[in-house]
């Protein structure tokens, strides 16, 4: 693992000037019309995780799914988990933050939906299946073997998140080298709940897999550069 603060020596674009995260003032400038543009199409149950790295990433193997605005689309790639949060809110950081990542045909775009992860009572629904097969790949004997999950819509839960909060867009970046500058985020402001025994599990997950020696895999957020953020409802 290269700490974060020797990214920039490695990988010379993770001292661009729209990195990502940031931290997002919830006070933004709201955008045309407020109604979040976000159009979701299609369905993908079906993900496809092995022994991870960095991040703890989720790849889509089964249907196909997509997410456009102002006519341009992008499908779904995989998702994945950091702990804390990379994002914060008001120079607060979140128990952790899920990532879907979307691609454009061409690869050379990214769109990706942040939701915040916070500890509460009860886990949210749609992240059993996803703990449970992290262990499952975690378990193996087989350091190559995949474990197939099947999850409800991803799209129901970031609408159902951003029911009634705001959602942050903003131009950045990957936050893992190297750090690639193409990246439209929209971060939505509400949490999900995950109880403390499954963030235990995911943060023990962070460890096990050797992603990170203390179970924080976040990157510190980046300076704005005179970067707009727009708020939608």
């Not at 992290?134 to 099947?150: H, Y």
């Not at 962070?206 to 970067?227: F, H, S």
Request: with cysteine; glycine share 8%; proline share 6%.
């Amino acid at each position: 693992m290269v700490h974060t603060d020797k990214w920039v020596e490695n990988w010379g674009t993770c001292g661009g000037k729209r990195q990502s995260p940031i931290d997002i003032v919830t006070s933004a400038k709201s955008g045309k019309g407020k109604k979040l543009p976000l159009s979701f199409s299609g369905r993908c149950a079906q993900y496809n995780l092995t022994e991870p790295h960095e991040p703890l990433e989720v790849d889509v193997v089964g249907g196909n799914c997509a997410v456009s605005v102002d006519d341009a689309s992008y499908n779904l790639a995989q998702f994945h988990l950091h702990a804390p949060s990379e994002h914060t809110l008001n120079g607060k950081a979140f128990d952790g933050e899920i990532h879907f990542v979307h691609a454009s045909s061409d690869a050379k775009a990214l769109l990706v939906v942040g939701i915040f992860l916070e500890i509460g009572p009860k886990s949210d629904p749609w992240l059993g299946p996803v703990l449970d097969a992290l262990e499952n790949v975690n378990s193996t004997d087989e350091r190559s073997a995949a474990v197939v999950v099947q999850l409800k819509s991803y799209s129901s839960l970031i609408r159902q998140a951003s029911r009634h909060c705001g959602v942050y867009n903003y131009p950045g970046s990957l936050t893992t080298p190297g750090c690639d500058e193409t990246a439209d985020w929209w971060v939505v402001q509400d949490p999900i709940k995950i109880s403390s025994v499954d963030f235990g599990r995911l943060h023990q997950d962070l460890v096990e897999y050797r992603i990170t020696d203390n179970g924080n895999n976040a990157r510190p957020v980046q300076p704005m550069n005179g970067r707009k953020v727009t708020r939608y409802n």
